[in-house]
């Protein structure tokens, strides 16, 4: 039997490059003091000091203020192709304006105040504003699917996304109109590939090596039944495969703590300040550069 040689160091190191830019500041990997991923979801939207403005400029400048470099936002389009980073369809729930996202005009949404102050933020906005920050980016409409990939090629910002959707249509869509060059994450149908699939390879080639995190809840419910979703097992095969766990959205800080036990490589919270305090005291907050 021919002995396999062992993976030089060269081969390794080829192998760390393949993790796409995007991720390199959260090395795969154990380790009790390694760097986990932090991102600010909505901006922090139950932060004491921003809460009633989720998801607007003041709200991502509050968490880079504190030191996020990875802010989590969904994005939708509005009638004339616009971009916009907002979490619902419509503007009820946080504005003093109504109406479909969809059905509505850039001029339009600028009307709306959300905290009865702030306006609604294009992507473009929130790039430019945050130059040093890379974006979380779900994909909440159909229409934004090839609105997002023409804005990051008009842009050449491949490298400051991770794009994903619950929906594996749109998902699929956004990776064929980008070539692949962008990061994404697992939709729910390759999330339950890795959590059912007991070997990393074989996980890896079902879901075409297209996935480069899992960004999951802790847990799933129905009714009276509950399904683990974040495993010891689950993080141990997507390291082996190179992939990093994300969890959403995880604002308590006891169980903040269970996971980073788990070896997580992210985890996105409302409670900016909660986080940042559990991760200093851990030694794994990473500095802003």
Known sequence: MTRRPRPSAASRASRADAVPAYLREGATGAGPTRPVLAFA???????????????TLAAFRHAADLGYRYLETDVHVTRDGVLLAFHDSVLDRVSDQRGAISSLSLAEVRRARVGGREQVPTLAELFDALPGARFNVDLKSDGAVEALADFVADRGAWDRLLVGSFSPRRLGRFRRLTGGRVATSAHPVEVAVWRLCPSARLADLLTGRRVAALQVPRERRWGRWRLQVVTRSLVRRAHAAGKHVHVWVVDDPEEMTALLDLDVDGLMTDRTDVLREVLVAAGRWREPA
């Open 41 to 55: 979801h909505r901006g922090g939207a139950f932060h004491p000091e921003i809460e009633g403005l989720e998801n």
